[in-house]
């Protein structure tokens, strides 16, 4: 089951929180972003575009099925491995 949270603030505990994936930058360029899809369609993998990017391979694993999730990027043969080198 999905949860939606929009238009409604999250209900947070007194209690000092763990905030995952912290020490990662999930911000994007519109200039990077379209450099990844266009790198996606050409079937370069993950690490390749990682590396030319300069970004951790988590930050462009997110951004990738942030991509996915508002229909930007397509599935394709060999999924996140692609068959670019």
Do not use: C, Q
């Not at 209900?11 to 990662?24: M, N, W």
């Not at 911000?27 to 790198?39: G, L, N, R």
């Not at 575009?49 to 990027?73: Q, T, V, Y």
């Amino acid at each position: 089951m999905s949860r939606r949270y929009k238009g409604v603030k999250k209900l947070r505990p007194d209690k000092k929180l763990h905030i995952a994936l912290s020490d990662l930058d999930f911000s994007f360029t519109k200039h990077e972003i379209k450099k990844v899809i266009k790198m996606w369609n050409k079937g370069y993998n993950l690490r390749v575009i990682s590396d030319e990017l300069d970004r951790e391979g988590d930050e462009i694993m997110l951004l990738l099925l942030d991509l996915a999730r508002s229909k930007k990027i397509k599935k394709r043969e060999n999924n996140i491995r692609g068959w670019r080198l």
